[in-house]
């Protein structure tokens, strides 16, 4: 069974570009979820992705978009980058069944630095 | 301010000594989760906790739910260097789907 992963793990951004995080998930597993983790603090959420739709977003801007592929894959677009998205991106895996039982297994993470 | 708050952030200890880690919040959870991170990766998973007052045993780490849901526990026995890392619980609020809510994080360091 292969676990969840993460391309890229490191990149470096400048202010005002674009960046795309990409994720596959858990073998087995229907729905995605990202979080962003800045230093020394625990991860916010910031969508979830379910058969390809988007399904619950956290307090995050527009600029920050996601898509779920047919194969359950993710990417994360986060466009105009600002110095404060500098952080660890991260993403889980996980089957849907019961309401909020769901397990999440998440991937190794992305660090991105915006300079 | 955090749904989740975590305490205390940072704990540095000796092998040998045990410790308790808790996680509080004013709203009710449908399910509660600890996590384990090292540095530079992703949370890996030691429990879920879904019913109020439920205890689960780990090997030398015990979780536990409150009975309303609302706090949980963690407690290890004889720490050891291994168990160095940061240690996140997250919650799932009802009717919120699979959004997990993560408190700020406990920094464990156990020296030898």
């Known amino acids: 069974e292969t676990g969840v992963t993460q391309s890229p793990t490191h990149l470096i951004k400048t202010r005002g570009q674009q960046v795309t995080l990409r994720c596959s998930s858990q073998?087995?597993?229907?729905?995605v979820s990202w979080y962003q983790q800045a230093l020394g603090q625990g991860p916010q959420f910031i969508f979830q992705?379910?058969?390809?739709?988007?399904?619950g977003r956290g307090n995050f801007p527009p600029r920050f978009s996601g898509l779920q592929f047919p194969n359950y894959s993710s990417e994360l677009n986060v466009n105009a980058l600002e110095l404060d998205d500098s952080a660890l991106y991260l993403c889980?895996?996980?089957?849907?069944?019961?309401?909020?039982?769901?397990?999440?297994?998440f991937g190794p993470g992305t660090r991105l630095l915006v300079l | 301010t955090q749904l989740l708050e975590q305490s205390p952030q940072f704990l540095s200890i000796q092998e040998g000594e045990n410790l308790t880690v808790y996680c509080n919040s004013s709203?009710?959870?449908?399910?509660l989760q600890w996590y384990r991170q090292e540095p530079g990766e992703g949370p890996v998973l030691l429990v879920t906790?879904?019913?109020?007052?439920e205890v689960k045993k780990l090997k030398r780490l015990t979780f536990q739910f409150g009975d309303a849901r609302k706090d949980s526990s963690l407690h290890i026995t004889a720490a050891q260097p291994g168990d160095t890392g940061l240690y996140l619980c997250?919650?799932?609020?009802?009717?919120?789907?699979?959004?997990?809510?993560f408190g700020q994080g406990t920094e464990l360091s156990v020296k030898p």
């Open positions: 906790v879904v019913t109020g007052g």
């Open positions: 992705y379910y058969r390809e739709e988007e399904n």
């Open positions: 073998s087995g597993h229907n729905t």
């Open positions: 889980a895996s996980s089957r849907r069944q019961g309401w909020g039982q769901e397990t999440q297994y």
């Open positions: 709203s009710v959870f449908s399910s």
């Open positions: 997250a919650g799932v609020l009802y009717n919120q789907g699979g959004k997990l809510i």
